[in-house]
């Protein structure tokens, strides 16, 4: 499974252009892996902050370390319920919304756009049903 991940989180990073933002908030950023692949894989003008709850927050911190890039990447414990950091011109939420109803997920959702400019990004990455990928279409 670790493998699976963190061949499908290269997959995104090889496939999508970050290297045009200037700050990325990864919400729910866990430890920090996704967003340590990203800054990898982009030049030293893009910064980012893994937000997450306190406690995970702390991990985050020591993997980010760990890669020595406690330079460009910011670790903020808090509850994206209530707030997330506001420094963001893209926001990514990896793997989040699945795990709530659509009154939660609403709530996660007006949190980042209230702290989004109007050049702000939102990446959603998850897994999409497949079922719902193939309801069929009104010919
Ligand atoms: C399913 S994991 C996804 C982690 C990561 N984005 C990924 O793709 O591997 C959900 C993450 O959301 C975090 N989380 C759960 N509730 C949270 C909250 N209220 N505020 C901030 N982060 C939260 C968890 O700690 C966990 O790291």
């Not at 800054?39 to 893994?50: E, I, M």
């Not at 330079?71 to 989040?96: A, Q």
Request: glycine share 6%; net charge neutral; aromatic share 10%.
């Amino acid at each position: 499974m670790k493998e699976y991940k963190k061949l499908f989180q290269r997959n995104v990073t090889s496939k999508y252009d970050f290297s045009k933002f200037k700050h990325i908030v990864d919400v729910g950023g866990n430890d920090g892996t996704f967003l340590v692949e990203i800054l990898q894989n982009t030049p030293s003008h893009v910064h980012g902050t893994v937000y997450d709850l306190p406690e995970v927050a702390k991990k985050a911190a020591e993997n980010v370390a760990k890669h020595n890039l406690s330079g460009r990447c910011k670790t903020i414990g808090g509850n994206f319920f209530e707030s997330v950091p506001e420094e963001g011109d893209c926001y990514i939420l990896k793997y989040i919304l699945n795990d709530w109803n659509d009154e939660n997920c609403v709530s996660i959702l007006r949190n980042i756009s209230k702290q989004m400019k109007a050049y702000s990004k939102l990446l959603i990455i998850q897994q999409i049903d497949s079922e719902e990928v193939m309801v069929p279409l009104p010919l």
